[in-house]
């Protein structure tokens, strides 16, 4: 019997606004042009954990009134949903992937480290909750200006607990702290750029390396 070649396993990550889920969806639009069997799946997942994350940062769940203890409750939940959304044996990324389906995952552990650690021992527990999850094959990081961020969120129907001018400083901070020292293959792409030009950027790293890219900047 002929086996199956393993799906490649592709994280976007960036700041809110930074159109990476945008780009994803391009990139899945273009596998289904290609015939390329993809799907696209983002964290928080669809699935029951990820459900009631989306619910949270909302604020329409809130765990306790202490922000402190809330932040910790979201780092259990976001790793029981990364675990769920992994290994769960309906659609999990590994069942996927084994069946040769490309996966095009918004938001990994990455989210994790730059999103839910306010200082170096928070940045010590999100690590230790995370650090069994594998690295994906790889990782697109959209960089873009705190300021046109804002200008983007601020255009959308509804805001959720992380969009503030502070947090997205932070946040973008600790991504670029975390890809300058991350082993894996990784792009950074400048997220200011129109959605064309970008998508076209990822395209060519795609069909060029064949996966098989240099990390570096763009
Ligand atoms: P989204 O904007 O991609 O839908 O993601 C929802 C929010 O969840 C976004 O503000 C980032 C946040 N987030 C974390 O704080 N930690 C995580 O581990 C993940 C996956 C997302």
Do not use: C
């Not at 990364?82 to 389906?101: A, C, P, Q, S």
């Not at 997220?191 to 060029?208: C, F, G, R, S």
């Amino acid at each position: 019997m002929q086996q199956k070649i393993q799906g490649k396993f592709i994280v976007f990550e960036g700041i809110d606004g930074s159109g990476s889920s945008t780009q994803a969806s391009l990139l899945y639009q273009y596998f289904q042009q290609q015939q390329i069997p993809a799907v696209l799946s983002p964290e928080p997942s669809n699935g029951i954990i990820g459900n009631l994350v989306r619910e949270a940062l909302r604020q329409r769940l809130q765990f306790t009134k202490d922000p402190e203890k809330f932040n910790r409750q979201l780092a259990y939940l976001f790793a029981g949903d990364r675990h769920d959304h992994l290994y769960n044996e309906i659609d999990g990324v590994f069942k996927l992937l084994g069946e040769g389906i490309q996966v095009i995952t918004t938001r990994y552990y990455f989210s994790s480290l730059a999103y839910n650690a306010n200082n170096p021992s928070e940045y010590d527990f999100i690590y230790r909750l995370n650090q069994d999850f594998p690295d994906p094959d790889l990782v697109f990081y959209f960089d873009l200006p705190v300021e046109i961020s804002l200008e983007r969120i601020n255009r959308r129907s509804h805001q959720e607990i992380y969009e503030t001018k502070a947090k997205l400083t932070q946040v973008r901070q600790n991504y670029q702290q975390i890809f300058q020292t991350y082993p894996g293959h990784w792009y950074q792409l400048d997220a200011t750029n129109p959605p064309e030009v970008i998508h076209q950027k990822i395209l060519q790293i795609i069909t060029d390396l064949d996966f098989a890219v240099e990390s570096g900047l763009d």
